[in-house]
């Protein structure tokens, strides 16, 4: 996420009530998490397992509970929970705004767009030019669609993360201050839900068309001409090249790569990264070749286990 302006280190800790102790180099320009983190930005780690990883990310910022020794340039923050300073960093540059119109004053609806009746269209909302947006679905704020874009009916775009920590007294949602981008002459089906990112963006590519009762989850990038099945479910934080073919059913882990050109059979799952141009079968799926094999071979086992008695 990119703030509306250049901040000092200083500034942000006054936000967050920490403690400034490396001042580190430049003004922060946005914040992210720790797998999208850019230059200018700030992120932050609360468990000394990551520690490293987030000193000698990308990030130019970090906030962090315990003072360390910072690479050259790094500014550090000092706060007790450095996940609730996230947080509400989040909700200060990306607070919810309720809205009294079915279609927000703040919306921009680009020329020959169709907004069907009951449809919701949220605060900062940008749309393209001959978009089609049928009944009752729910654009929430923030979201950008390209020209040319369908979306049936029931459909929500800018949901919340589904992403919490535990704690003892239970659960602290992780607060989602992304967006959702749908690129040009992208369809999505009835009752999808497509979840917002929590600091960077969820992003479907150009061309990319989706059945119905699909779920995308926080900061997956979907990217061109993909086809994606009925009841389809994908994780978060997911990485799906250009010309995947997903078959309805098909779950995908977070945190992996759909290498371009894969084909997925339907009800098949996976749970890490694959490489592209295959056909996949099974859960966990494999080389549908292979997978068949191995079903020949299994429907021969209770024959060789009667020779073996």
């Not at 000698?56 to 500014?75: C, H, R, Y």
């Not at 993360?161 to 690129?183: C, H, M, P, T």
Request: include cysteine; hydrophobic fraction near 40%.
């Amino acid at each position: 996420m990119d703030f509306p302006r250049p901040y000092s280190l200083t500034e942000i800790a006054d936000l967050i009530e920490g403690k400034v102790f490396v001042k580190g180099t430049g003004d922060v320009l946005g914040m992210n998490e720790l797998h999208i983190v850019r230059p200018g930005d700030i992120s932050f780690v609360d468990h000394p397992k990551y520690f490293n990883k987030a000193l000698n990310s990308d990030a130019t910022f970090v906030i962090i509970n315990k003072e360390v020794e910072a690479p050259a340039g790094k500014g550090l923050i000092l706060h007790d929970k450095p996940f609730d300073a996230f947080n509400r960093l989040s909700l200060h540059f990306r607070r919810f705004k309720s809205c009294n119109q079915v279609i927000s004053a703040s919306a921009e609806i680009g020329e020959g767009t169709i907004i069907q009746p009951g449809a919701f269209i949220g605060n900062n909302v940008t749309i393209g030019k001959n978009c089609l947006i049928h009944a009752n679905v729910s654009i929430y704020d923030n979201t950008v669609i390209g020209n040319n874009v369908i979306i049936h009916s029931n459909t929500v775009i800018g949901s919340d993360a589904y992403y919490f920590q535990k704690r003892e007294d239970g659960y602290e949602k992780f607060q989602s201050g992304g967006r959702v981008i749908l690129d040009n002459n992208v369809e999505i089906g009835a009752s999808c839900s497509i979840d917002r990112g929590v600091s960077g963006d969820t992003f479907i590519g150009e061309g990319t068309k989706m059945d119905n009762q699909c779920q995308v989850g926080h900061d997956t990038i979907i990217g061109k001409n993909c086809l994606i099945g009925a009841f389809a479910a994908i994780a978060g934080v997911t990485v799906i090249e250009d010309d995947v073919v997903l078959w309805a059913r098909v779950a995908i882990n977070k945190d992996i790569v759909v290498g371009k050109g894969t084909v997925l059979l339907a009800t098949s799952a996976i749970d890490k990264s694959v490489k592209g141009g295959k056909v996949l079968m099974g859960a966990p799926a494999i080389e549908v070749r292979q997978y068949w094999k191995n079903y020949v071979a299994m429907r021969q086992l209770p024959e060789l286990l009667k020779k073996i008695k």
